[in-house]
Every structure is written in C-alpha cells, then in structure tokens.
C-alpha cells in the first residue's frame, strides 16, 4: 500500500510493478501520477486517522509504504505495533514528518553536527528566536513538502515575512516553525542511502540546486572530496541505522541532506523515502532510486562495489518541467525536440508525470540527460527542459 500518489510514487510503482508487487495507490485527489499505475487506487486525506485505519484494514496490506509526510502517523505506529510492516519504520514516519523532531534526534541524541536552531509557536517567538540566534536566519515549517515554506531571513523585518510565508505554506495543522542559523556552505548534497538486507549501501553523491525552496536541478556525481564523502555516510548510517533499530523489516531508502563547507560536513534533513533530486539516477544508474526502494523493501539482492550503487555514466543532471498557472486543460508540445538533443554517447530523456491539474511552479515533468562530465549534463538537461511546452487550452 503507497500512501500518496505523486511523482515519486508514480516511479517507485513502476519499480515494483516489474517484480511482480500488487500496489494500491491512495492519495487525497483521484487520478493522481501513481494511480495511474497501480492495481487499485484510494481517494482519501492521509491526515484522516479513521480513514487511514479503515483502508489498512480493507485490503490488508503486506507493506505499507508513505510517500509523503503529511500522515496520521499515530496510526502507523498502532497498526505497527499490531504486526503491519511499515517501511521503513513507524518512527522513521513520525520523526521525519515533523523537522523539529528528526532535528532533535541528529543533534542530541546522535549526536550529529547541525546549524544552531530554536523553535517557534508565534511571530513573537519567532523573533526573539532570531536575536538570540543572529542573522542571516533560514525559517522553515517543522511539516512541509519540498522545501515549501522556506525563506531566508537577513534582519528582523524579514524574519517576520519568514514567519508568514512559513505558516502560509505549512501542511498538516502544526503552527509550528524552525528558526536556524545560516550556514556559509560550500555546496549541499543528497547522499541516497539503502538499509538492506545484506547491509547499507550508497549512491554516488547528488548535487542540487533549488528555488523557493523547491529542487529545479541535481547532477551526479557532485565533486565531493573523500574525506567529506567518509563524513556524510558515517551519519547517514548511524540515523539510518537508529531509525530503523526496533523495527525488523526496517528496510528501503533514504534520501539523507547535507550541507558541505571547508570546515566539513553538516547534518540537513531526511526523507525515509525516494529524493526528488534522486531523479537523476532514473538516467545515471542501472537500478534507479525507485528500483534501489523496490528492491531493499521486498528483501531483494541489489548488486554493488565497496558498499556504493555504480553509474552507468560519467555524469548524469536532471531539469525539472514547470507550470506557471492554474489549468485542468492542457497538453504538451516539444518531446521531439527535446529527444532529438540526445546520442549514443550523452542520452536524454524526458518523464512527464501525467498530474491532471497544473499550478504555478508545479513539476509536470522532468529532462534527464548524460554527459562527459556534469556540467556538460546539466546544460544538457537544461536545454531538453526548456523544449517542453505546456499548452494550455
């Protein structure tokens, strides 16, 4: 059972459609990317308790599998605690829904290198949070989706746009945010990391870029020097690995964030799940995230070198699609062209989600494209993006 339907969850369904899996998609829309796809579909609010119970019961699954945070997750632990695998763990579901939670785990009780942070209820709070803190400031919602409700902050008048903008895009009914000290970074990265059977494995590491707070590039590998890579997978296992602890089906992937300065490595975010920015690999490696998920979930051999997943390429970037409106009536024009860009030796590609409705900067799509190195990828990808047009009727 997927719990939510979109993007990921449409690519993760291909996954395990291939080895056989009987998936029922359910999200709070009919017709969403994965439903598409999937055996039967469920149309209700993950934020329902009773709803969400009821549909476990209904088709009883051998796996439950979120996509997404916002989820009753009280209701994960429960029907965890009753026998139910919940990938990869019911707290693994509950602490990254929340960042305050997850926060709190990496940095006391882990023990992993973060930026200093409080949180905040009200403006208020919010603002002495920041004097006590120092500017520049980043504010995020504790409960959101793809870094929506992210904005940074350089005095206090700002830090009270921050608040709004935070509260206006947070999911979930948790008016609740985390205030933290910017981080003079060198660059950020998506390190995927697979808990299996046969032990955890790594993704070479992903390189992103993002705009209001949303991924709109990655690129792998990211240049990264070993002894920042030996840093970022020491800490990914050890959360991965305290997530997973109490739970003995606690397997799958996770997309772990770090930010990467000349004075090392420090702990980000989490996701117990498929990365956007892990869209890359639908092009850079053999077994994609999607297939690497699939694959660890079902207790599944995954092949690999030294711990790490091999690319198919020397570097691989992929460029999101985006609407700029409103609409329930569109098409698309330009595949042609944007597959035309492509060779033997540096492929493109292009996955369209199928989403039925558009909106301003929503993700309809992504180019996916190989290259002798990444900037050559990424400008390849680029290019493919910007072929594709949204008609709008």
């Known amino acids: 059972m997927l719990l939510g339907s979109g993007e990921l969850g449409r690519e993760f369904v291909i996954s395990a459609k291939r080895l056989g899996a009987y998936v029922v998609a359910c999200d709070s829309y009919d017709n969403a990317p994965a439903m598409q796809l999937a055996d039967t579909r469920e149309v209700f609010s993950m934020l329902d308790g009773d709803a969400l119970r009821g549909t476990i019961e209904k088709h009883d699954p051998d796996l439950i599998v979120p996509e997404i945070e916002a989820i009753r997750t009280e209701v994960l632990a429960e029907v965890e605690a009753q026998g139910r695998n919940v990938i990869p763990s019911a707290l693994a579901a509950q602490l990254t829904m929340n960042r305050d939670a997850i926060r709190d785990m990496a940095a006391k009780e882990l023990g992993l290198r973060t930026s200093g942070y409080e949180y905040a209820e009200t ?12 500017f520049p400031l980043v504010v995020k919602p504790v409960m959101s989706s793809s870094g929506k409700g992210q904005s940074t902050a350089k005095d206090a008048g700002e830090l009270g ?5 935070a509260v206006a895009n947070m999911r979930g009914d948790r008016r609740r945010v985390i205030v933290e000290q910017f981080v003079d970074f060198d660059y950020e990265i998506t390190l995927l990391t697979i808990r299996t059977k046969g032990g955890i494995r790594f993704c070479h590491p992903i390189g992103h870029r993002q705009e209001r707070g949303d991924y709109q590039e990655s690129w792998q590998p990211a240049d990264m020097k070993a002894a920042h890579f030996g840093e970022a997978t020491a800490m990914a296992e050890k959360i991965v690995e305290a997530l997973c602890a109490k739970n003995d089906w606690g397997y799958g992937l996770f997309g772990v964030e770090f930010f990467v300065g000349r004075d090392g490595v420090i702990f980000s975010e989490l996701s117990p799940r498929p990365h956007d920015t892990g869209m890359v690999t ?3 490696q053999q077994l994609s995230q999607f297939d690497l998920h699939a694959r660890a979930i079902l207790g599944l051999p995954i092949p690999h070198n030294a711990n790490l997943i091999a690319m198919t390429s020397k570097a691989a970037a992929s460029e999101v699609i985006l609407a700029d409106r409103d609409s329930d009536d569109f098409g698309y024009s330009g595949l042609d062209e944007a597959l035309s860009l492509g060779s033997g030796d540096t492929p493109v590609d292009i996955r369209m989600f199928g989403k039925p409705v558009t909106r301003p900067y929503r993700r309809m ?4 494209a190989s290259g002798k190195d990444t900037g050559s990828a990424r400008k390849l990808a680029a290019e493919a993006a910007s072929k594709i047009v949204i008609n709008y009727k």
């Not at 403006?123 to 120092?134: D, H, T, V």
């Not at 746009?161 to 903008?165: I, L, M, T, V």
């Not at 799509?365 to 996916?368: D, E, I, S, T």
């Open 365 to 368: 799509g992504v180019a996916l």
């Open 282 to 284: 639908l092009i850079s």
């Open 161 to 165: 746009k921050a608040w709004d903008y």
């Open 123 to 134: 403006r208020e709070e919010a603002l002495a949070a920041g004097e006590r803190l120092g």
